[in-house]
């Protein structure tokens, strides 16, 4: 079991920063995948960025260069930083891990969502 907790979330001028982080608790040491998702209103919910237990990491097209997905492992943490903020990226975001149990099944634990809004 994995739980998660979001927080970070708030209004930015367009060009600014922001910095989200997701605090898990539970069994960690099973998580395999940290994400961030978002929705916009109106649209489904996608992919933003994702790191490897391992520190690998990806990111979809229309964030890569300005935002940045990070890990502590002390503090069982992970972040999603947030550089040059635009108005389409206005949404709800998410974290999410995907873990495995102890008998080896996959799950995903998401946070409770938080609100980034960047006014035009």
């Known amino acids: 079991q994995v739980q998660l907790v979001e927080a970070g979330g708030g209004l930015v001028q367009a060009g600014g920063s922001l910095r989200l982080s997701c605090t898990s608790s539970g069994n960690i040491f099973s998580i395999k995948i940290r994400n961030w998702y978002r929705q916009a209103p109106g649209k489904q919910r996608e992919l933003v960025a994702t790191?490897?237990?391992?520190?690998?990491?990806n990111y979809e097209d229309y964030v890569k260069g300005r935002f940045t997905i990070s890990r502590d492992n002390a503090d069982n943490t992970w972040y999603l930083q947030m550089n040059n903020m635009k108005p389409e990226d206005t949404a709800v975001y998410y974290c999410?891990?995907?873990?495995?149990?102890?008998?080896?099944?996959?799950?995903?634990?998401w946070g409770q969502g938080t609100q980034v809004t960047v006014p035009p």
């Open positions: 790191i490897s237990s391992g520190g690998r990491t």
């Open positions: 999410a891990a995907l873990y495995k149990s102890n008998w080896g099944l996959e799950y995903t634990s």
